[in-house]
């Protein structure tokens, strides 16, 4: 009995010193290092590249409230901050060469002895790249790094069904280049995929139609490939082609710089279809009319009264007898 009595007193002295060895060596609150100061912005994950305007960056400076938190560069490029008496301008440069900048200034206007300063960035709105036109999703993105025209058109959730035949890049300064988005899509040509800044707009315009109506099978609007391709044939191919009645000449309605009224081009339609007489290249926006015959179609109403033949066989034998 005695004995175990020893052993449990041996044992609770053993477990007493080594508390006290651990409350020892566990340092206290005054004794501990102050963590450094981090920033919690959700931008501090964007990728660094040059401050400009209207770039929102969060400031951390250690022990300085009235300086840790976020400010907009102004349209001067520079960061207007409280207690200095002047402002900093850091546009141009990275957020560490930006926080170096304002440390400086904190410790030569005598604010702090020595200074812990950090820049991240929240938000860029100085590279601001804008994506109209044919495509899904209009934007304005900002350019990171190697952002290129290609990405910039993805962003905007690329071409739409509308797309024309070109993209027009303009830059700050220079003249409109245009590219074909053939060119630019085959893969042989990725010079055309050029790099994008801030300040570039790129543009798609819709694809330019022509409008075929009158006596064809499916009037209608058609897309305007380029004035070589586009012809008074290949529009009434693509309208279905001609229907029962139509007159030996057609029309081009076509619109004319500064004027209001549209010229009036006479086509040998028939001769064309009869290959006869070459055919006739279209223009962006032209109305191709081909015109009711009224003494074919009144003469095969009375043919198809008397024959029962349909229509389309009369129109064909009076054709064919012209």
């Excluded at 007493?16 to 409350?23: F, M, P, T």
């Excluded at 609150?29 to 990728?47: F, K």
Aim: hydrophobic share 40%.
């Amino acid at each position: 009995m005695l004995t175990r009595k020893t052993s449990t007193a041996a044992l609770a002295c053993i477990l007493l010193s080594a508390a006290a060895v651990a409350q020892r060596n566990t340092p206290s609150q005054s004794d501990r290092p102050n963590p450094s100061p981090v920033s919690t912005t959700d931008g501090a994950n964007l990728p660094f590249q040059p401050l400009g305007p209207s770039d929102l960056v969060r400031l951390s400076v250690y022990d300085s409230p009235e300086l840790s938190r976020s400010f907009r560069v102004d349209q001067d490029g520079a960061l207007l901050l409280p207690l200095l008496n002047q402002p900093v301008k850091v546009s141009g440069l990275l957020p560490d060469a930006a926080a170096k900048v304002i440390a400086q200034n904190l410790r030569d206007q005598h604010i702090l002895v020595a200074p812990i300063v950090d820049v991240s960035v929240v938000e860029y709105r100085s590279r601001a790249v804008t994506i109209s036109g044919a495509v899904k999703s209009p934007a304005t993105i900002q350019e990171f790094q190697d952002t290129r025209l290609l990405d910039a058109i993805n962003d905007a959730g690329g071409f739409s069904t509308d797309a024309g035949p070109e993209v027009i890049l303009e830059r700050p300064g220079s003249a409109p280049s245009h590219v074909l988005i053939k060119d630019l899509l085959d893969g042989s040509h990725p010079e055309l995929n050029a790099k994008v800044t801030g300040g570039d707009r790129i543009s798609v315009p819709e694809m330019q139609k022509i409008f075929v109506v009158g006596q064809v099978k499916a009037p209608g609007s058609f897309p305007f490939t380029d004035s070589q391709d586009t012809t008074v044939l290949k529009a009434v191919a693509m309208s279905g082609g001609l229907d029962s009645f139509n007159r030996d000449v057609a029309y081009i309605y076509r619109a004319q710089p500064g004027q209001t009224e549209k010229t009036q081009i006479a086509v040998p339609l028939r001769k064309i279809m009869d290959r006869k007489s070459p055919d006739v290249k279209l223009a962006a926006n032209d109305i191709l009319y081909i015109p009711t015959n009224r003494g074919m179609k009144n003469t095969a109403n009375v043919f198809n009264h008397i024959s029962g033949m349909g229509n389309t066989a009369v129109s064909a034998a009076i054709w064919s007898a012209h």
